[in-house]
Structure formats: structure tokens, C-alpha cells
């Protein structure tokens, strides 16, 4: 197989990471629908910190198995943005914002007492991927950050609209999510065009990411199975 354009790689990860995005989840669908109980929106929070909690894990893996200090300067931006600088700021703290938003107690889902088996075995299979995989293949699998941006948008129209309840002032991690998914996956995906040099590497990067939105469905299925409603 001869090497993909840098076009066309481009467009192959697109095209395989949007056609399983789990925007098309059913969970995700009634989500957006405002057809989720307030039970199911608690579920959903407090098991999606579990996957919160890991991002910085997984980037900190990915540092480590680079030895180029301008992209180690790049990419450690992103523990900062998720741990913040300081306590009390960072993506991490405005999904504890989120939580008491919703109603739950932040103390438990720090203690991650509502995590689910299945949540928490997909969660850490993608820490596991990063660590297993080659440096390109790891910021491969980042690359649903293409979407994200999108889903973010919708989701605060959604949330604001039929979930009333849920303090506006709480999706403050949505909106910030849709500036910088932006940066950080076009930073991803130049570094994965530059840097995957073979048409073997170049598929081993689209089974990254296909793996990661496999993850992201696993997730949802975990709690939308649990949460399902008679």
C-alpha cells in the first residue's frame, strides 16, 4: 500500500472518526433530545469524571515517550488545562462545578463510589492504549477532538433548553471545550500527518482512533444500561 496524501489521511481519519462518534449513541441522541430523566444526567456526570480523571493520566503518558522538548512544551498544556495551575481551576474543577450543578455531591463523585465496572474498564483501556501504543499512535487516538467541538456547541443548546434545572453558570467546562478542542486537535493532527511516515503507520494511527471511539461507546452503553428507564 502506497503512502496516503497528506489530503487524504486527513480525510480517512475524519471519515472513520465521525461515522463512530458517539454523538450517534442512543444515550447521546435522547441526551441532546432532552428526553433523559434528571436520575440519568447525575448518572452520566458522575461516571464521566471517572474518564475526566484519566486525561491527564493519558497525557502525561504521552509526554513520556516523547524526546522533543518543543512538542513536550506543546502538549503538557494540556494537563495544565485539565488540572489547572492552582486548586479550584482547570477542566477537572468545572466538572466538579458540573456535578453540584446537577445535584450530587461532590465529595462522593471524587471518591468515584458511582463508577461503574464497565465505565471504569473502558476508561482504563484508554490509558492503557496510550501506554501500550507508539508515540504517534497515542496522539492519534486524541483526535475525536475533531468532533468534540461540535457536540460541545450542541450540548450546551440542549442542556439550556430542556434541562433547565442545571445552573447555566455550571457548563462552564462545555463552552471552554469548544475553543480549545479546536487548537488541540489541529495541533494533533498535524503532529500525526508529520509524523506517520508509512502507509503501515499511517493505519496503525486510523486504528487508534477507531479504538478511542470504540472506548467513548463502551462508556455510554455502561451507563445507558444502567440507567435504563422501564
Given at each position: ?38 436520575a440519568q444526567i ?110 460541545m456547541a450542541k ?76
Amino acid at each position: 500500500m502506497s503512502l496516503l496524501s497528506p489530503d487524504a489521511f486527513v480525510e480517512r481519519l475524519r471519515a472513520e472518526g465521525e461515522a463512530r462518534y458517539h454523538d450517534k449513541h442512543p444515550f447521546h441522541v435522547r441526551m441532546h433530545a432532552g428526553e433523559l430523566s434528571r436520575a440519568q444526567i447525575q448518572a452520566w456526570v458522575a461516571n464521566r469524571y471517572y474518564y475526566q480523571t484519566r486525561i491527564p493520566v493519558k497525557d502525561a503518558l504521552v509526554l513520556s515517550k516523547s524526546d522533543d522538548p518543543a512538542f513536550r512544551r506543546v502538549w503538557i498544556r494540556r494537563i495544565v488545562d485539565h488540572d489547572g495551575e492552582r486548586e479550584g481551576e482547570g477542566g477537572l474543577a468545572q466538572w466538579e462545578r458540573l456535578a453540584a450543578g446537577v445535584g450530587l455531591d461532590v465529595f462522593e463523585v471524587r471518591c468515584l463510589s458511582r463508577v461503574l465496572p464497565g465505565v471504569r474498564f473502558a476508561c482504563d483501556a484508554y490509558v492503557q492504549l496510550v501506554r501500550e501504543r507508539s508515540l504517534v499512535e497515542a496522539v492519534a487516538s486524541s483526535l475525536t477532538e475533531f468532533f468534540s467541538p461540535d457536540i460541545m456547541a450542541k450540548r450546551i443548546v440542549a442542556w439550556e433548553t430542556h434541562y433547565p434545572w442545571v445552573d447555566g453558570e455550571t457548563l462552564a467546562y462545555f463552552r471552554a471545550r469548544v475553543s480549545r478542542a479546536r487548537q488541540d486537535s489541529r495541533e494533533a493532527i498535524d503532529y500525526v500527518v508529520h509524523h506517520a511516515r508509512s502507509r503501515e503507520e499511517q493505519e496503525r494511527c486510523v486504528a487508534a482512533l477507531v479504538t478511542k471511539t470504540e472506548i467513548l461507546w463502551a462508556l455510554l452503553d455502561a451507563v445507558d444500561r444502567a440507567t435504563a428507564e422501564p
